[in-house]
């Protein structure tokens, strides 16, 4: 009874935020702070204020909107996208918002595919294989407060007897585990987390809606979390990344009082999701500002044990001794590709990043005696355990980075069978690009790296030239003592363990001494051979 006198006072049905603009009140009950959010005030901004070139949008997402709207149901371009459009960018995907239930969506469009149990959202499919694309569409929200939710003791997991069925649900901490009451345009805007990204763009009027002065915040190039920072990261943790992802994307500050609170939120993270918090560093890895990403972690303060991959890579123990000036050529090289429109396998990046890491690991199995393939296969294995945890899709990522490591030392051998053999993996040009920047990094022999380039480019002819020269080279060295082996990977069968470990104390081959009657047999005779005197 108390609270829904309470929630009178503040101009609240019972679990239900008004919409509409707050005005302040003079009852004294209203000094009592609300735990929800400011609904803004719509204010529809015309193309000659806004800008938004026209040229960039997506006509698939145009489409999606305009079939929506012929059947009577608001929709809007929103979130990224029309920031992304604000900025004089082409967005990479297109978000649609719209009043319509996600049964609803469904039904208009041929190939449309309800997914989600936290949001449930409709991706609209346009196009097959490779040049397919995938429109969002979700239905506004309702914007409800915590204390009006459902609580559950666990999290996804363990409580999903408790969450069937249940449309608004959280955890002891107030993170949202389910969130699928519909409302208003008004509520939806404030339920989103940034200024910039509550803003909804008509593609048929040219308006761009704004509830809470994103357009300006997109102006000043400023990340301001719409309502109280702190109970909205506390919705969301993820909110956390996204927020230091945003800075290093777009260049923007960060609202101080959107960036206060982050450190002591930051124990939050512990309890999303493993494989939630993964997909979020890879976002944070593959937008073409990698680099950035790390140093806006750092200068928030959350560059160590918020993701153990990342502590792999960034303990002050890896400083100056050859290993991080690998990390930064291969995540520059991620933000080349990123930034020419190329594909970035998550695979490739997280093999970089984990590489010195099971490297030790394996060189420690070796001392033990451990057959160096073997050593490799246990090392990935551990470091997948301590590094990335239980995640979807963890057996294919971890096939494709041990094909990556395990082809490093198969450079070694130039021979014709092995060559050829090499270039024919379908994944070679993944392992090659990795040895390339292993020798751009000092790791590796450069002309190993430019020989392979040239290799696997290479008609038949030219190909016979490069083995023969690659003979000629391994001779010359072994004829000066030196080993035919030009790459040295560190750990791996063919090189020296990494500083600190022993190596393991090489195994003499002993000669298997035949038979005495098959060693007689065998004897030369005083004959001369008809082939020598031919």
């Known amino acids: ?35 929800g959010p400011v609904i803004g005030v719509r204010v529809e901004v015309p193309v000659s204020e806004h800008g938004i070139n026209p040229a960039l949008l997506d006509d698939r997402a145009i489409k999606v909107v305009t079939t929506l709207q012929d059947a009577g149901f608001e929709a809007y371009v929103v979130g990224g996208a029309v920031r992304d459009l604000l900025l004089g960018h082409r967005p990479k995907d297109f978000d649609v918002a719209t009043s319509a239930t996600p049964e609803q969506v469904k039904s208009l469009f041929r190939r449309a595919f309800i997914i989600g149990r936290r949001f449930r959202i409709v991706h609209v499919v346009h196009g097959r294989g490779r040049e397919h694309e995938v429109i969002e569409v979700s239905t506004f929200r309702a914007y409800l407060d915590a204390s009006a939710a459902e609580q559950v003791a666990g999290n ?16 002891a901490s107030g993170r949202v585990l389910r969130d699928n009451v519909w409302g208003p345009q008004d509520e939806d805007a404030a339920r989103r987390d940034f200024t910039v990204n509550a803003l909804y763009y008509d593609p048929r009027r040219q308006i761009v809606v704004d509830y809470h002065h994103g357009l300006a915040d997109a102006k000043k190039r400023l990340l301001r979390m719409i309502g109280d920072p702190v109970t909205r990261y506390r919705e969301d943790p993820v909110r956390i990344i996204r927020v230091v992802r945003f800075a290093a994307k777009l260049g923007f500050e960060i609202e101080p009082g959107t960036r206060k609170p982050i450190r002591a939120c930051a124990e939050l993270l512990a309890n999303v999701p493993a494989s939630r918090l993964f997909d979020e560093m890879i976002k944070l890895l593959q937008t073409g500002h990698a680099l950035a990403s790390l140093e806006e972690l750092r200068k928030q303060g959350l560059h160590k044990g918020i993701f153990p991959i990342l502590d792999a890579v960034l303990d002050d123990a890896h400083q100056h001794d050859g290993r991080e000036q690998f990390i930064q050529r291969a995540l520059a090289d991620t933000d080349r590709r990123v930034g020419e429109g190329k594909p970035v396998a998550p695979s490739f990046m997280l093999a970089c990043m984990l590489w010195h890491d099971v490297v030790r690991r394996a060189a420690q199995l070796r001392t033990k005696g451990e057959n160096p393939t073997a050593a490799m296969q246990t090392a990935t294995d551990a470091v997948f355990d301590a590094r990335i945890g239980d995640i979807s899709g963890r057996g294919k990522l971890a096939a494709d980075m041990r094909e990556i490591w395990l082809m490093q030392p198969r450079f070694e051998r130039r021979t014709p069978s092995s060559a ?13 690009d990795f040895l390339r920047l292993r020798a751009d990094a000092g790791e590796a022999d450069n002309e190993l790296a430019r020989w392979w380039e040239g290799f696997s480019t290479a008609n038949e002819a030219e190909r016979e030239d490069l083995l023969t020269e690659a003979r000629a080279q391994d001779q010359a060295r072994r004829a000066a003592g030196g080993s035919a082996v030009v790459a040295r990977v560190p750990g791996v069968e063919g090189d020296a363990a990494p500083a600190g470990v022993p190596a393991p104390a090489a195994r003499k081959r002993r000669r298997r001494r035949k038979p005495a009657g098959e060693r007689s047999a065998a004897a030369p005779t005083s004959e001369p051979d008809d082939s020598a005197t031919s």
């Open 1 to 35: 009874m108390i609270k829904k006198f309470i929630d009178k006072l503040l101009g609240k049905s019972a679990g239900k935020t008004t919409t509409g603009p707050q005005t302040p009140a003079t009852e004294p009950e209203a000094a009592v702070v609300p735990v």
């Open 156 to 171: 996804e997991k363990t409580s999903k007897s408790e969450l069937a069925g249940k449309s608004h649900v959280v955890d």
């Open 420 to 432: 050829l053999s090499l270039v024919e993996q379908v994944r070679f040009r993944a392992g090659f």
